[in-house]
């Protein structure tokens, strides 16, 4: 099932993408080891955890067999245990965690990418950065040495009508290409990832470039 669904997920990205480069990220929380070897060896190359625990259990089973992204809310107290284990940190949102990563990259020597996770509408159940902290989150993270921002991230508002989150992307999309003008020490527009199972077409629609896709491709979770 998670091959079939890998390939469906790979025609319906491409027949909204073409040629465009998108970067998959296979959500794997709460999915087996068995289930995430399956998904890779069906050519999943980035799983996806929101749990730091979680994570590196996972990382211990699976070593180098792929690539890892923390997508979900990160505690401070946890930081160390994600710098250097994963490509990019994607739920930087305030300047208690970019302290953090500084503090533990610097006596790890390694430089952590990281995205800037927003909360567009504001919802107050969703973690990221308001629109208007952004400019006090750069101007920290201009003088940091151990963490460089490769992009932004955000987590849209459930709505039945997808019609309704397109604002939201775009309103992304407009914020990710501004930045991308300027010239910010340690800050650059690469990735913006966006979109998840029920909504990464209208996402890659408004331009997202990374999709986080979790119940499309390993089914329904049971917590
Ligand atoms: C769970 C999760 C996803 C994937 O959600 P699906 O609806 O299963 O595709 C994407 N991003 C984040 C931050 C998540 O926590």
Redesign the pocket.
Known sequence: MIKENIQALVNEIQSVSGDRLVHL?A?S?TKTIEEIQEAIAAGITDI?E?KVQELNQKQLALGDAVRYHM??HLQTNKVRNVIGTVELI??VDRSSLIEEIEKRGKAKGIVQDVLLQLNIAKEDTKSGAYEEDLPGLIELIETKEYIRVKGL?T?APICENLENVRPVFRKMKEIFDQLALMHYNNIEMVYLSMG???D?KAALEEGSNMI???????GD?NY
């Open positions: 990220i959500v929380k996806g929101n997508i979900g994607h739920s991230m987590v998840m199972s029920h990464f986080r896709v979790g119940s499309y491709i390993f979770r």
